[in-house]
């Protein structure tokens, strides 16, 4: 079983709405920060999103906020991206990642290590 598993992309006019869903293996994640990231072709992976597991804390990148709600379902294990206003410049493969605890950078990748495997959003114009 995957660690994490994304699912909810797909492709979607200007405007529109997706929410996408991260499903974690439980146990192994219960206590970790989750977190999304996306990345367009040609550039580099870039922080969305991230919840703490226990106090649902969040904290969004400048181009997403008033746009995106994270949010989390304990009881379902799974981390939800709720993605409206959709603009051309969100299209990416969206990613969910475990961060690796401790007080490193919520907003750096390479804090990060479980990564599921990506989910394709398309938006257009």
């Known amino acids: 079983q995957e660690p994490l598993v994304e699912s909810g992309g797909g492709l979607v006019e200007a405007g529109g709405s997706l929410r996408l869903s991260c499903a974690t293996s439980?146990?192994?994640?219960?206590?970790?920060?989750i977190g999304w990231f996306r990345q367009a072709p040609g550039k580099e992976r870039e922080f969305v999103a991230t919840?703490?597991?226990?106090?649902?804390?969040?904290a969004y990148a400048d181009s997403v906020k008033g746009r995106f709600t994270i949010s989390r379902d304990n009881a379902k294990n799974t981390v939800y991206l709720q993605m409206n206003s959709l603009k051309p410049g969100d299209a990416a493969v969206y990613y969910c990642?475990?961060?690796?605890?401790?007080?490193?950078?919520?907003?750096?990748?390479?804090?990060?290590?479980?990564w599921g495997q990506g989910t394709q959003v398309t938006v257009s114009s």
């Open positions: 990642a475990a961060h690796s605890a401790g007080d490193n950078s919520l907003v750096n990748p390479a804090n990060y290590d479980y």
């Open positions: 919840i703490t597991w226990r106090s649902g804390t969040t």
């Open positions: 439980g146990r192994t994640f219960s206590s970790r920060t």
